[in-house]
């Protein structure tokens, strides 16, 4: 199947999704949509009056494999917000096209959510930043070198979007501010994407750092792409879970990974949820 066919199948599944997404949530009205990165999944506890909904009682939705992701829908408030928090994503190194990683992004549209919250783990490039740190994302390489708008123009989106400000700077104001006031570390930079599996070597971290990458990891990048082009304003922080490739002499795994997110989930939590309260 070409992108191009992979891009208009998935369309015409999103529809059906919607609808029953839209059925499951009832008169609530989800202001903000919650990304949330692997082992990140924690903040799905602190929704109140929540409605849990499996992906797999979504037709056609993506169901992702990895370990550390839950695959539900999770609808309440936050910080007195109506939010909709997404527990699990599929990534393209699952083997799904970008297409298929952006799906819940065009439900998010048919929606008409007005700001989604991204989250990830990611290795820490800049040689100050440390495993453990949160870091606002400001801009991104997609290093992944696909986008998710293949094929068909999508109902409501233009041809070549714009992306001068992919991350909202009003949003990310808020988030500093937030942090600030929390008294939680808050690092800012540049996000690479690629899309794995394989953890990266030193040679490519080296060039990422060149390039002007501060972090890396295999996500967000196709989801901020299509929800720009959808007029959804984008606002994402990592997890730096592990110095990259070569920073240090030690190997990465993903076990390593899912124990830092465990050691900074109150932080990020706190983080989101009180910048959520403040977004308009
Ligand atoms: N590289 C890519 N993805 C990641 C990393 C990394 O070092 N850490 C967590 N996700």
Same mark, same amino acid.
């Given at each position: 199947?070409?992108?191009?066919?992979?891009?208009?199948?998935?369309?015409?599944?999103?529809?059906?999704?919607?609808?029953?997404?839209?059925?499951?949530?009832?008169?609530?009205?989800?202001?903000?949509?919650?990304?949330?990165?692997?082992?990140?999944?924690?903040?799905?506890?602190?929704?109140?009056?929540?409605?849990?909904?499996? @992906?797999?009682?979504?037709?056609?939705?993506?169901?992702?494999?990895?370990?550390?992701?839950?695959?539900?829908?999770?609808?309440?408030?936050?910080?007195?917000?109506?939010?909709? &928090?997404?527990?699990?994503?599929?990534?393209?190194?699952?083997?799904?096209?970008?297409?298929?990683?952006?799906? @819940?992004?065009?439900?998010?549209?048919?929606?008409?959510?007005?700001?989604?919250?991204?989250?990830?783990?990611?290795?820490?490039?800049?040689?100050?930043?440390?495993?453990?740190?949160?870091?606002?994302?400001?801009?991104?390489?997609?290093?992944?070198?696909?986008?998710?708008?293949?094929?068909?123009?999508?109902?409501?989106?233009?041809?070549?979007?714009?992306?001068?400000?992919?991350?909202?700077?009003?949003?990310?104001?808020?988030?500093?501010?937030?942090?600030?006031?929390?008294?939680?570390?808050?690092?800012?930079?540049? @996000?690479?994407?690629?899309?794995?599996?394989? @953890?990266?070597?030193?040679?490519?971290?080296?060039?990422?750092?060149?390039?002007?990458?501060?972090?890396?990891?295999?996500?967000?990048?196709?989801?901020?792409?299509?929800?720009?082009?959808? &007029?959804?304003?984008?606002?994402?922080?990592?997890?730096?879970?592990?110095?990259?490739?070569?920073?240090?002499?030690?190997?990465?795994?993903?076990?390593?990974?899912?124990?830092?997110?465990?050691?900074?989930?109150?932080?990020?939590?706190?983080?989101?949820?009180?910048?959520?309260?403040?977004?308009?």
């Amino acid at each position: 199947m070409s992108l191009a066919d992979v891009g208009s199948e998935v369309g015409s599944s999103v529809g059906s999704a919607t609808e029953a997404l839209r059925a499951a949530l009832g008169d609530r009205r989800p202001r903000v949509a919650i990304t949330m990165g692997s082992g990140l999944g924690g903040l799905g506890a602190r929704i109140e009056d929540p409605i849990e909904i499996p @992906y797999t009682e979504l037709p056609a939705w993506p169901l992702t494999t990895v370990v550390g992701h839950a695959g539900k829908v999770v609808a309440g408030t936050l910080g007195g917000v109506a939010v909709l &928090g997404l527990s699990g994503r599929v990534h393209v190194y699952e083997g799904a096209e970008t297409a298929r990683a952006i799906f @819940y992004v065009r439900v998010l549209e048919e929606l008409e959510v007005p700001i989604l919250f991204l989250s990830n783990a990611a290795g820490a490039i800049h040689p100050t930043f440390a495993p453990g740190d949160l870091m606002l994302i400001s801009d991104h390489i997609n290093m992944m070198f696909r986008s998710p708008l293949i094929g068909p123009v999508h109902e409501g989106e233009q041809r070549f979007p714009d992306l001068s400000d992919p991350y909202d700077p009003e949003l990310r104001s808020i988030v500093r501010e937030t942090a600030l006031e929390l008294g939680v570390g808050l690092q800012e930079g540049v @996000y690479a994407a690629m899309h794995g599996p394989a @953890y990266e070597t030193p040679a490519e971290i080296r060039m990422l750092e060149r390039f002007g990458a501060d972090a890396v990891g295999m996500s967000t990048v196709p989801e901020v792409i299509a929800a720009r082009a959808g &007029g959804i304003r984008c606002v994402a922080v990592s997890c730096l879970t592990n110095y990259a490739a070569g920073v240090t002499s030690e190997p990465l795994d993903h076990e390593e990974v899912l124990e830092v997110t465990v050691q900074v989930q109150d932080d990020f939590e706190r983080l989101v949820a009180g910048s959520i309260a403040r977004f308009e």
